[in-house]
């Protein structure tokens, strides 16, 4: 079993930047681990993904403006989102894929808004 917990989510205002972060209960070393985003009555979509060996995959919305970033020894997984949008207002969910089970955060509130 994996535990995640996000952190750094909050109240920004349009054209400001937050840091999200996802702490990993174990070693996420090998494993593929993502951002998601969920605004109210809309589906989970995928923001970004990032690989075991480094390499990113982002949503078109975010291209450009959200980095994600991994640090193994700490066991973490990072989203860096500048030039924020209020239609970027949703909760975060980071993910982790061990094999087929997806492990998934209780997720961070993030808001943009003058």
């Known amino acids: 079993q994996v535990q995640l917990v996000e952190s750094g989510g909050g109240l920004v205002q349009p054209g400001g930047s937050l840091r999200l972060s996802c702490a990993a209960s174990g070693s996420i070393f090998g494993y593929v681990m993502g951002w998601y985003r969920q605004a109210p009555g809309n589906l989970r979509e995928l923001v970004a993904r990032i690989f075991s060996g480094g390499s990113t995959n982002y949503a078109d919305s975010a291209k450009g403006r959200f980095t994600i970033s991994r640090d193994n020894a700490k066991n973490t997984v990072y989203l860096q989102m500048n030039s924020l949008k209020p239609e970027d207002t949703a909760v975060y969910f980071c993910?982790?894929?061990?094999?087929?089970?997806?492990?998934w955060g209780q997720g961070t509130q993030v808001t943009v808004s003058s």
């Open positions: 993910n982790l894929v061990k094999g087929t089970t997806n492990y």
